[in-house]
Structures are given as C-alpha cells and as structure tokens.
C-alpha cells in the first residue's frame, strides 16, 4: 500500500488545555508531535502519498504540515471539511482525494502513537480478501486486578494488566471497495463495520509493538515515560526529553 489517510479533524476537549491552540494531531509526546511519528512510521512502510482530513484549527495544522514539508520524503494533502462529518464521513471525503482511490490505502485516527508491522496488517488484509482490516491492540487496563483461586480467595494482585480483550486500535487496511461502502457522514464502527462484518469482508488483525491513544493528559505523560524507558533498554545511553507542561508545548 502507498498511500494513507490521517483523520486529524476532532476538537480533544479532554486534552484541554494543550489543545486550546493546537489540534489533537499536534499534540507533542517527548517533544515530537504525533503526527509528525505518524507520518515518519508510513513513510517507512513505503507509503508515498497521505490525505489528511483536518477540521478544529485546520489553518494551524495546514501551517505546521506545510513548514515540514522538506524534513520528510513523503507527499502530504490536507483537506478540510465544510461541516463535520463524523469519522465515516471523514474518511469517505478524504479518501476520495487519494491519488489512486480505487486501489487499496491505510487509514490512522490522529490521535494514535504506535510503532508495529503494517506489512504484517497488509498481509493479512490481502489473505483474507478483506474490504477493511481492523489492527487490534491490547492494551494495559488502568487498574490493578486480583486473582482468585477456586474457593474465592485472593492468591495474587497484578497491577495494570493486559486488557483480557482486543480493541480497535484506530488503524486500517483498506481495499479500493471501502469508498462505497463508508457513510456521506456518521461513524464507520456504528454503519459500515457492521455491515461488512456480516458479509465476511471485515477481518480483525492483533498488533505486537508499542499502542497508545492519547486521549488525555495523563495519556501525554505515560507515554512519554514509557517511550524514555523503552529508548533506555534499547540504547542506555540514549536521553528523551521529557513531555512540556500545556504552556510550553503551546508555545
């Protein structure tokens, strides 16, 4: 696949105030904004094209993408919705701006921080003569849980755990065929997967590597220290900079 479509339209009211003055996709992890990761993982997948569907602040997002432009050997166009069109309808009109919309194309919620095999996702898409495969995650559960042995009682305390379930992990392979089937405007997990689901075309696809939504602040934080402490086990004498409190990573 050569091509991607970045949803980057959404207001993050929950990351207020970081998102006061910037969109969501420019939210800074380790002082790298996760577009900008996002834009280097596709490039090195081989991706050469990228639509991005702005909405909130798109004149900020455009003005960031357009200075950026020489540091990365990938093309990137930026459209803008008139009216919001829900995540459905955002990918149907950016997609529809692709260079080649009729051939297959990867599709990344702008709000994702991940590193894993897209090869692996494409792979897996084209075995199963899927319209649209879903990279599952498995996330760590923000509570600790117990384990109980047959009788009830309390034999061990795990803090944090892996999440027992796999969840959309905001990052799809798609063929040419999901144009059609993507809603003018609403949410492709509420009309289109569900559909697709009961043909057989909709096909489900765990990832290994480092996931994570950045839906909060403490979001920002953890993944932040997580990224520090997965580039000192890789490389000990590596240093990453610590996430900026909201005033400065706005500034």
Not at 80 to 102: C, I, K, T
Not at 143 to 160: K, M, T
């Amino acid at each position: 696949m050569r091509q991607a479509v970045i949803l980057a339209g959404g207001q993050g009211t929950r990351l207020r105030p970081y998102t006061d003055t910037r969109p969501k996709p420019m939210i800074e992890i380790s002082g790298r904004c996760i577009i900008d990761h996002q834009l280097d993982w596709l490039a090195e997948a081989g991706v050469t094209d990228v639509v991005v569907s702005a909405g909130y602040l798109a004149d900020v997002l455009i003005a960031h993408l357009e200075s950026t432009q020489d540091t990365r050997n990938i093309r990137v166009r930026t459209v803008v919705e008139d009216e919001p069109l829900g995540r459905g309808g955002g990918l149907r009109y950016a997609g529809r701006h692709l260079p080649a919309p009729n051939d297959p194309w990867f599709a990344l919620n702008g709000d994702i921080w991940t590193r894993f095999s897209l090869a692996a996702l494409t792979q897996r898409h084209f075995d199963q003569d899927a319209i649209a495969t879903v990279a599952l995650a498995r996330p760590r559960l923000p509570w600790g849980v117990v384990d109980l042995d047959e009788a009830g009682r309390i034999s061990d305390f795990v803090e944090a755990p892996l999440s027992p379930y796999p969840i959309n992990a905001g990052v799809y392979a798609f063929s040419g065929e999901i144009l059609a089937e993507l809603p003018e405007i609403g949410d492709h997990e509420r009309t289109t997967f569900p559909q697709l689901a009961a043909r057989g075309k909709l096909v489900g696809h765990e990832i290994t590597g480092y996931w994570r939504a950045i839906d909060t602040a403490k979001d920002i934080r953890e993944a932040a220290k997580e990224l520090a402490e997965n580039a000192e086990q890789a490389e000990p004498e590596a240093t990453t900079k610590p996430v900026t409190e909201p005033a400065a990573a706005l500034d």
